[in-house]
């Protein structure tokens, strides 16, 4: 046993309980003023600050953005983050996430060598008993329990689940995991976006996120997105929001004041979940007054306008250039759905329907429309994603200058060499079995690029283990994730993790996932300390930029994606099981010297080559800039693409039919197998996973009634999710700066987390600003301090996800292990589903009520 980890057994046996014990390896009650210290005495002497020091490249991956980096580096330690001024995207912008990335790599409660569990009890109310143990001693019983479940024809028992992740994944998520000869691979991905990404795929072929062309544009409406806070990109957006305000016309629509709705020309609160009335009273007016954009669209054959309210028209007599299926949206939807229509359901009067309308005709082709979570990740949300996109057809901003386009084409090996030859005969009958998630299943089609099950129900997850439907998983590795604190309903997960035999957790701090794991593995940070690689677009340009180390480690730590599974195969060979061993060296060879990894360090740095080597050996730029090293690429940090070419896709969209689709060609193709495969009509697949549509309404946008859980006379209000500025997905609760800049969040406190609510229900409850208030839902209530602010709908609270934690460290919980700093919104949301999609749904549906505690 090495000398780090005497000293750490040394520090973790002082004392034994929750509060106490896990303070040897950073966790306690005390205030911040450690955390300071802590921080400070890993940073380089003021005397030492000659600006001696130099910029590495890395990328953050504190939310979705994904944002080239540089961060300064003196004596081996970070000091400074900027954005990586190599990058076409956004540049040197940056957004207040990066700057928590310094709390976070010099955290005093980081886990700081492996951990195994003492306390055979599991539960939220058990004290694991964590005790270190070397890498060698945790990874030989990781592999133990492997070769166990192989030997007993169990090896589908076994699951890999992952949060966020680089591209370099793969080997671990999807090779090693089948190798071993099971199929759950099981990633964070429906928690994140799925029904985000529904619409551009059934309508324009695009499974993946768009970007927006918002030096150019002239009109911007926005349903939820708040793009100078927490949407893709943030950077790029925080450093133009303020040019497209003088340029272009800004609507947002969103139940809450954002950071962008506060700077808006119009700011629309609309009724959480009935985003899609909004949209489809849009296109009607715009059909009616002959607002559609006729060079994308088309037109009738005589010019002469035959849309009118209430009545169908003659598909034979509209002549579509890049579109299918408006004359039938028209009919089997739009033709009803008047400004009228949309007043009486959402008390946003007719005039400003018909006046947004209007303007975004005059704008048009330069519009573009947004959606985000809260507007499509509801139980009925494809649907709403679909009516928002469509404003994009129906005005001509798809591919258009000033409107949004996809990701420009790159070239990446993302794909690792097939391992199908590694699988024996354990594996092969392993990996046939269905995955714990029950995606393709009836009730959750998933549909993922067309495809019955092809996309992943991980909330669902959860209950597949507590019903052991379709079987039970009894060994469970984890890694970049906490999905008991990010998935609706997270106390399923408690229950769910308390069954499961052996868990393995890779993490940087003790989650409340990892409260349940029988081994903690320490895992480095992912700006200062691994190898990565990932990409991200705005701007124009799709860029491509590294992760890598910059940093002396400070502890015992190892890269998630990359050596620890170089270590776990290497140990499951000395076992006798050499499959995985032998595809990494056989297989995942250096581009350059066609050798394998000589060790686990070097295995990183080789996978991170393997996928980008297309880029920096490419000295034609085929696809983007020229270059023709390794070197010059970890040095510049990042690869960006030729600029978009505007409508690059017309006329050959990834659709069935060739164009943007109103009527979905597409989705019906996919729900005609779906259906098929279970037996039953697409009817029967609406009525099941809770859909209103039936016949062909299902394959066009159209309104669906929001689905509400509770009852309205015990919870009369609507929760309202919401995304901070500060939040990098939860794992920024432990760093002091989160709490002490909180007021950077419209409406919120700092220090305390707030719950907002217009003072017309403020007044109604009896409550005031710094009242503490308990909120309860049908599924639980949480506790936290209630903010008056007019910049709420009235009916709905509004309150930050990333607080509530009783893990992850002394800040982010009030007492650790025991008690929860603040509350976790998802231990009020109801698990439930966009089952087309598979993605959970967050906004819309919960009812809850507030009361002072």
Partial sequence: MTDNVNKGRRALLKTSVAGAALSGVGCSSNTVEPVIKGIESELPAKAKLTGTGQWVATTCQGCTSWCAKQAYIM?????????????KVHGSSSCPREQLGLQQVYDPDRVKTPLIRTNPKKGKQHDPMFKPISWDEALDILADKIIKLRNNDESHKYALMRGRYSHINEFMYKHLTNMIGSPNNISHSSICAEAHKMAPYYQDGNWGYNQYDIENTKFI??????????????????????????????????????????????????????????????????????????????????????FVAGKTVDAKAFEERYTHGLVDWWNLSLKDCTPQWAEEISQIPAATIIAIARDMGKAAPAVQVWTSRGAVMHTRGTYTAMACHSLNGLFGGIDSKGGLFPGNKIKLNKKFPDSKPYLDDIAKKGVKHTKIDQRGTLAFPALKKGKSGGGVVTSNAANGMLSADPYDIKVLLAYFNNFNFSAPEGQRWNEALSQVDFMAHVTTNISEFSWFADLILPANHHMFEKWGVLDSIGNGIHQVSVQQPSIKRLWDTKDDESEIPYLLAKKLADKGFDKPWRYINEQLLDPETKQAAKDERQFGELLVKYVTYPLWSDATGKYGEAMTSWKQFTDAGVWNSHPYKYQARWGKFKTETKQFEFYSKTLQKALSKHAKKHHVSIDKVMEVCDYQARGELAFVPHYEEPYRFGDV???????????????KEGRSANTPWFYEFKDVDPGDLAGVDSAKINPIDGEKLGIKTGDKVVIASPVGEVSCTAVLWEGVRPGTVAKCFGQGHWAYGRNASAVFGQQERGGSNNDLIADRYDRLSGASAFYGHIRINMKKA
Avoid at 75 to 87: M, P
């Fill in 75 to 87: 004596d081996g330690k970070a000091v400074k983050v900027r954005g990586n001024v190599n990058s």
């Fill in 713 to 727: 006379t015990k919870f009369p209000l609507l929760l309202v999710d919401q995304k901070s500025r500060l939040s």
């Fill in 221 to 306: 409406l926005s349903f939820g997105a708040d793009p100078v806070a927490s949407n893709r990109q943030v950077s790029y957006y925080s450093k133009t929001f303020g040019a497209a305000l003088d340029n272009a016309k800004v609507v947002v629509v969103d139940p809450r004041l954002s950071a962008s709705a506060s700077k808006a020309h119009k700011w629309i609160p609309i009724e959480p979940a009935q985003d899609s009335v909004l949209a489809l009273a849009i296109a009607h007016v715009a059909l009616v007054e002959g607002l559609w954009h006729k060079p994308f669209v088309g037109d009738f054959a005589n010019k002469q306008n035959q």
